[in-house]
């Protein structure tokens, strides 16, 4: 016998020194796979992942876009929000001014003996259009315009043959818009309504 075949033991030999257990445990491993569901114990295709992966990543791309346009109307609507709430304070300001613009214009129309007087308060009431010009606001031109409900406020009608119909005829009070907002409608007479 040659040394290699002194070396490689015998099948039997072999056999009897494997513990006893062993052939347990391999039966026990039989028992394991046979209650493992058959959809589980068969793995799942790589096409059948990439579906899966894909679908998910598509739900989480609809979740971030949905998010995205939540969060751009949002900051939209804090932005109007803010310039309407800017809006309105000017509004508001423009309006208290306005009455004082009011007075300044009857002291303008009064007569007055002292001219520098006179002049003085031209000066002031100019002062005051700068003002309210500055903060963009704007004159309703009213007189000879066709009348308009958005506009005007009509306290009075009269009937004139040289004035169109619904036409306005006379001023009793100036109006203010900021921008496309009125601040003020005008007090006017309407002819021929």
């Known amino acids: 016998m040659s040394d290699i075949e002194k070396e490689i033991p015998d099948a039997e030999e072999t056999a009897e020194e494997l513990p006893e257990n062993i052939t347990e445990e391999i039966s026990e491993e039989e028992e394991l796979q046979e209650e493992i569901p058959a959809d589980e114990a068969a793995e799942e295709s790589p096409e059948d992942k990439i579906k899966a992966l894909e679908e998910a990543a598509a739900a989480d791309k609809d979740k971030y876009l949905r998010l995205l346009a939540e969060y751009d109307n949002f900051r939209k609507r804090s932005i109007k929000e803010k310039l309407d709430a800017s809006d309105n304070a000017t509004a508001k300001a423009a309006l208290e001014v306005i009455s004082v613009i009011d007075n300044f214009e009857r002291a303008v129309a009064a007569e007055c003996s002292d001219e520098n007087y006179k002049k003085g308060v031209e000066m002031i009431y100019n002062q005051f259009i700068q003002v309210i010009n500055k903060l963009g606001v704007e004159e309703i031109d009213a007189l000879g315009k066709e009348f308009d409900p958005n506009l005007h406020n009509a306290v ?14 006379q001023v009793y009070q100036k109006g203010y818009k900021l921008g496309d907002k009125v601040i003020r409608c005008a007090m006017v007479v309407v002819a021929n309504p």
Request: aromatic residues 0%.
């Open 156 to 169: 009075t009608q009269i009937e004139d043959e040289s004035l169109g119909e619904n036409v306005v005829a």
